[in-house]
């Protein structure tokens, strides 16, 4: 059978931060409606690597890509991408849940606003519930719309989170260990979620958390010192991989 058609290709991809060498000859391809997992030691290039796909690395002073990232066949390095519209379609949860100070319903309609999808308070009711539906969190809140989103647990920010993502409509959501604050319960929620979401979406997340790798990705991708070791599904990966360092990895032996 065919492979599907990648939604993100990486080719050749090589970062700078100023002189040094981040990430060097990143080629890799993430399928639409899978989970994407990337491992490897702290500091090898992993979060560096998901923030390129949506180029928040541009924030960055001094930082420069060589090679390509592509989304659904165009180059997001082009001069003529847009790049609020890029993020919209490829958005990002973090690490830490960062809501804004502002009520649970406003951070979800955030985005809303200001891209223009909704034209009506209607409209934008019906996305807020959508979307808190879609992160597994309006059961919780729909009686506390108007509260403070920082009241709520870390857990239920992340999913705020989440749900002020889905309420653009993206294609991609990057996840930089969104679960490493939370946590087993709220961790579980997450990873729920996740299982739930790829259905609809393509993830790629990051994650120290091997056996999170294991339960929740179909595909794995193994950093070390900035280059992509191997990248296979990730049953292949933790049952029978290719590559020494990778087995060291994953059975603990090294990292």
Known sequence: MDAPTPTIQTI???FYYGPSLALHQINMEIYPQKVT?????????KSTFLRCMNRMND????????????????NIYDADIDLTRLRQRVGMVFQKPNPFPQSVFDNVAFGPRAVGLARKRTDLQEIVEQSLTQAALWDEVKDHLDDNALSLSLGQQQRLCMARLLAVHPDVILMDEPASALDPIATGRIEELIDILKSQYTIVIVTHNM???????????LFWLGELIEYSSTNQMFTRPQKEITEDYITGRMG
Do not use: F, H, N, W
């Open 211 to 221: 056996q999170q790798a294991g339960r929740i990705s179909d595909y794995t991708g």
């Open 59 to 74: 924030t960055i002073p001094g930082t420069r890509v060589v090679g390509e990232i592509r989304l659904d066949g165009k």
């Open 12 to 14: 050749d991809l090589d």
């Open 37 to 45: 997992a990337l491992i490897g030691p702290s500091g090898c290039g």
